[in-house]
């Protein structure tokens, strides 16, 4: 049964095809937003949401996302130096960054490896910059995963 079948048996008026449309394009649009956007009252939006999805016709809402390498497409592996020991104290203020999908704590000049994921060359720029500053880190350098 198709949009126009509903709306001839009385389901859906263009007020609610409006608010499908948006909620389509934006499932997180705020009742406020979406009050504006027809307009009708928050509470004569959120009436109508509710009513839509009681007779199926939303039936959820869901994030659409992109595929992990589209999201995350650079790949690096960054040395780390520290100027504090124990080293444990100055790991815990980055091991769980979002970029940092692993890390390795080592011997020799060096005390650290992380392997990092970013968007860009931007992105290992300013994580890179980020680590820098922290207390306890005396260097970082890096190299691009080809």
């Known amino acids: 049964m198709g949009m126009s079948d509903r709306r001839n048996g009385g389901g859906l008026d263009p007020i609610d095809e409006k608010l499908i449309g948006l909620l389509s394009t934006n499932a997180r649009m705020t009742l406020t937003a979406l009050a504006h956007a027809i307009p009708l009252s928050r509470t004569a939006v959120q009436a ?4 839509l999805e009681r007779e199926g016709v939303i039936l959820g ?9 589209e999201r ?11 100027s504090r020991r124990p080293c444990a104290p100055v790991v815990e203020m980055f091991r769980h960054w979002p970029q940092i999908e692993a890390y390795y704590s080592l011997t020799g000049p060096m005390d650290g490896l992380a392997i990092v994921k970013v968007l860009d060359s931007e992105e290992l720029s300013q994580l890179i910059n980020r680590l820098s500053a922290l207390p306890g880190v005396a260097q970082v350098t890096s190299s691009v995963i080809l």
């Open 72 to 82: 995350k497409k650079l790949g690096a592996v960054l040395n780390l130096v520290f």
């Open 48 to 51: 109508r949401i509710a009513k």
């Open 61 to 69: 809402y869901r994030a659409v996302l992109g595929k992990p390498a």
